[in-house]
Nanobody, 125 residues
Framework: QVQLVESGGGLVQAGGSLRLSCAASGRTFSRSTMAWFRQAPGKEREFVAAISWSGDSSNYADSVKGRFTISRHYAESTVYLQMNSLKPEDTTIYCC??????????????????WGQGTRVTVSS
């Protein structure tokens, strides 16, 4: 069993930065690919970024490459999403997800077994 709790969302101006945190609990955390997804009202859930259980591999959506960075801090059992150069189009709810063992770094929603409740990010123009 894995439990995920996101934090760090808020209101920022365009061009600003935020760092989202996903605190994970459970014995499977160290073997799970972790990912961030986002979903705006009326739109499908969108893959943002993922990082392997070892932290040596990551993957990003084209829309956030060069602006967002995903990382893991194992001592704190936490996954981060550093978001720079934020745009109004980044406004939505961001959720973290834990993938099943053996799956690495992809955007396939079906490979992620556990989800947090999300944290809201609002970017003003």
């Amino acid at each position: 069993q894995v439990q995920l709790v996101e934090s760090g969302g808020g209101l920022v101006q365009a061009g600003g930065s935020l760092r989202l945190s996903c605190a994970a609990s459970g014995r499977t955390f160290s073997r799970s690919t972790m990912a961030w997804f986002r979903q705006a009202p009326g739109k499908e859930r969108e893959f943002v970024a993922a990082i392997s259980w070892s932290g040596d591999s990551s993957n990003y959506a084209d829309s956030v490459k060069g602006r967002f960075t995903i990382s893991r801090h194992y001592a704190e059992s936490t996954v981060y999403l550093q978001m720079n150069s934020l745009k109004p189009e980044d406004t939505t709810i961001y959720c973290c997800a834990a993938g099943r063992p053996g799956y690495c770094c992809g955007s396939y929603i079906g490979a992620y077994d556990y989800w947090g409740q999300g944290t809201r990010v609002t970017v003003s123009s």
